[in-house]
């Protein structure tokens, strides 16, 4: 775990200039201030008891220059890494975000909202974390342990010998009793995550709460997380506390020994072991002050990794399987053919068994250039599927899907895509303006070009009439819109897109009979003469389309226009029947 979190970490702050060369000017400030003071204590001691006034205050001098240089030297270290930190932040910030908005869309469908959000704060914020922690107090302590049991190894070898075991005791012992709260600790990052996504989701679908009226139930899955994370903490603590016991005592122990020793080599008639037990109580009160703070520093160390290694997973290719080809052709789209060759998919399912759920085994469906298709079917037979595989957020099984004879594997997924005005059957509103809902990302498009658009959808007549017009907030999702508003926002975006292929999937599905009559005689004016693949319901919506594809669990069943099928008195017929009538 540590190696994978440090290896991460060498690649990513590792590779900052300013961070490197300010941590060698810590690194200086930090023997001034830990390990030579001490040294020229020692020495200035010994020169006071063998009556060298004079040499002593030069040394005092000397050390007051060393010192200032040093704080400075500190000061422009600190300044260096500050700014290192925030660099790489902000890009390993924009890298981890970039890992996960380009998953495959079933990453999303898998993975808790929320829980994803923490995931990236975790990340982020741990790995600068876990950075400031060494460049801040741990470099100290390790220096505070380290270098004056090397002074004391050269300048006493026995009193050295003591505190180096002091030092190596406390640390294996630290290092271990801490590992021993790693399980704890990581089953309390992942419910911190879990907690969060919980959170989310529950503000995500406030209504369905409110309106059961079973907001308690809410509470009670909330307090049993929050609940079970205290626990786990205070498991974590009271094992590092209860660890901390035997560390007091080995610390007594080693000290009293190196003080024993430097007593038993003391004699009055030598100033410069005066000297000698300046510099060893210095060290020794230095060492047991630091190793006091130890423990603290591996909990707080030990966490920030196991916060910040099951981020790393995220760095990895899963759930990338829907890959742009090496050597990418262009989406020529002429025609705008669409062709379904034999294909043949079916949905992972995450599920023990790692079953998957078949929807379609040798589908073929040809559309030719500028016709318009409506795609008619119960719930469940795969339609939104049909749509979702023609976007290439799937990835079929077997066959092919051709756009003007071209595999849409063989092209990019963001040209793809650019190329199919798609709306989806739960409309995606951003929580931003009703003009940037419609245009989209895109700066370039006019406000003419963006009111045409909401006409056409039907959509301009209700914008005008709310608050602030075109610039009215929409909410998250657009919940401060009615159904069919957001749906007709939602087509007025495929209609500004202009792109060669029209993909609807149930875009009328909220509208109220008027308005989707309205829409339905806008139809052909909102498709034009492109390729347009219309799934709906209501089959009025697409009586009137070239063709209609009546599905039935993953099937084509029937398919002829609207007169046809009627006729033929099956699947369609009977679908009809039973929506004229109501
Ligand atoms: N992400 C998914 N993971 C697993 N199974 C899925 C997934 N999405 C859809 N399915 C399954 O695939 C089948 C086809 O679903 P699809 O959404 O294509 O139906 P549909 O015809 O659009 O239905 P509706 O009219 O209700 O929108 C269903 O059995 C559904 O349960
Ligand atoms: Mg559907």
Redesign the pocket.
Known sequence: MNRAVYKYLLATYGRSVSLRVGMVGILAQMFIVRVYVAIVMAQIASNIAAGHLGNAKHLALVYLIVYIIGTLIGTIGDLLCHDGENRTYSQMAIRFHDKLINKDL?FY?DNQTGYLTSVFRQHVDSAMELLRFWRGEALGVVMSLTVPVIVLLVAAPKVGLAAAGVVIVQLLYIVWSSARANSYRKAAHEIYRRLTGEVSDEITNMVAFKSGGVEQVAQTTVRKLATEEAHLFWLRRRKATLYDFPRGVITAVGTTIAVYLVIDGASSHNPSSIGLIILTITYMFQIIRNVAVLPGLVLNHDDLVTKLYPTLQYQTDQYELIRDPVEPQELVVNRAAINFEHVSFS???HSEKKAR?P?FTDLNIHIAGGEQVGVV??????????A?LLLRFDDIEGGAITIDGIDIRNVRQTELRRKIAYVP?EPLLFHRSVRENIAYYDDTVSDAEVISAAKAAHAHEFITKLPDGYATTVGERGIKLSGGQKQRIAIARAVLKKAPIILF??ATSALDSESEQIIQRALPEIIGKQTAIV?A?RLSTIAGLDRIIV?HE?KIVEEGTHASLLKKKGRYYSLWQKQTRQ
């Open positions: 079933s469908r949905y992972a399912s759920i929807v079917g119960l719930s469940g037979a795969g339609k939104s599927t049909l979702n059957q999937d149930e799934v319901h599905m993953g």
